[in-house]
C-alpha cells in the first residue's frame, strides 16, 4: 500500500482556509480520489486538465497513477520542472494523458 493524499483535512477558525492535509494509504484504485488528485494537480503545476477521463492506472507497488483523458494516436510526453508529473500532448497539443510518478507529492 502506498500513500496517497486525503480528501481531509481541517479549517483555520480565523480565516476558514485549509490548514493540514494527512496522508492515508490506498490498497486499491478505489481508495483513490481521482478528481481530488486532479485538481490538486492543476494547482501544483498551473495546469488546466480535461475532466473526461476514459482511463485511470494505479500502481500500487510504486504509487504511480496514469490518467488518460482521450485516446490519441501519437502522444508525446513532457515532464514537469520537479519530474513529479509527465504530461502527455496529442497532435494537437492538447492534454491527452498525465502521468503522476508518485501521488503522494500531489
Known sequence: MTPILSVSST???K??????????????????DVRKVLERT????????????????????????????KHAKHAEGEPTDDGQVI???????DIAAIEILDIANI
Open 42 to 69: 492543476e494547482k501544483k503545476y498551473g495546469l488546466r486538465l480535461p475532466r473526461k477521463v476514459v482511463m485511470v492506472d494505479y500502481g500500487d507497488d510504486v504509487g504511480d497513477l496514469y490518467i488518460r483523458f
Open 11 to 13: 479549517k483555520s477558525k
Open 87 to 93: 504530461v502527455h500532448y496529442d497532435e494537437s497539443r
Open 15 to 32: 480565516r476558514g482556509t485549509k490548514e493540514v492535509q494527512e496522508v492515508h494509504k490506498a490498497g486499491t484504485l478505489l481508495d483513490i
